[in-house]
């Protein structure tokens, strides 16, 4: 069974541009997330999808971040402009509902 | 709320010891717990979890973690260390709609 798939693993950009993460879960899972970890700290939710909605997005930064589920099955993470306090680790999640959460390997974003 | 604390981000043991990690939560409800381990530039990968069965959970690689309703404690063990535990260990308490919140984790090193 493919597991979640991140892309890209590793990005830098500089402070005010824009970046964009792609995840496609593991085929069957409902539930979507994405999670902030920033170095020397635990995974932070910021947004839950069920299918296509959204189920809890109360950490989102809406200002400056946004992700859409379309049909369902992949969902893309977007920031637009980047601060400096951005740079961590996005890692991608699916599970069936209410069951365990599988992750991606997570894209490294390096904001400067 | 649900919360989790690790304290201590850095722990060294040599090859062959005991390793323990300890984990304290908080929940305003019977809580779900779970241990996750992180290797380098991957994902989070599950070590085990506590979902109200048995009060001592075994998982994978030698991992076994006891929970304990008196002490809000779920703390890891494993009798004997390998250098390929070396890794980022994470605890996490289920809330709301199986959505996780993370402890700051532990970084592992061990000593040959």
């Known amino acids: 069974e493919a597991g979640v798939a991140q892309s890209p693993r590793y990005k830098i950009i500089e402070k005010r541009q824009s970046v964009a993460f792609w995840c496609n879960p593991i085929s069957g899972h409902a539930t979507l997330y994405w999670y902030q970890q920033i170095l020397g700290q635990g995974p932070k939710l910021l947004i839950q999808f069920q299918n296509n909605g959204v189920v809890d997005d109360s950490q989102l930064p809406k200002d400056r971040f946004s992700a859409e589920r379309l049909k369902g099955v992949d969902s893309t993470l977007k920031i637009q402009p980047a601060k400096l306090e951005d740079s961590a680790v996005y890692l991608c999640?699916?599970?069936?509902?209410?069951?365990?959460?599988?992750f991606g390997p997570g894209t490294r974003l390096t904001v400067t | 709320a649900q919360s989790v604390t690790q304290l201590g981000s850095h722990v060294s043991v040599s090859e062959g010891a005991l390793v323990l990690l300890r984990c304290n939560y908080s929940?305003?409800?019977?809580?779900?717990l779970f241990w996750y381990v992180q290797y380098p530039n991957q994902g989070l990968q599950l070590l085990l979890k506590?979902?109200?069965?048995?009060?001592l959970v075994k998982g994978i690689n030698g991992f076994e973690a006891e929970f304990k309703k008196s002490e809000t404690s779920f703390h890891l063990t494993k009798p004997s260390a390998h250098m390929s535990d070396a890794a980022e260990y994470f605890c996490a308490v289920l809330y709301g709609n199986n959505r996780l919140a993370f402890g700051k984790g532990n970084q592992v090193v061990v000593i040959p």
């Open positions: 999640a699916s599970s069936l509902v209410g069951d365990e959460q599988y």
């Open positions: 506590y979902t109200s069965a048995a009060t």
């Open positions: 929940s305003s409800v019977p809580p779900y």
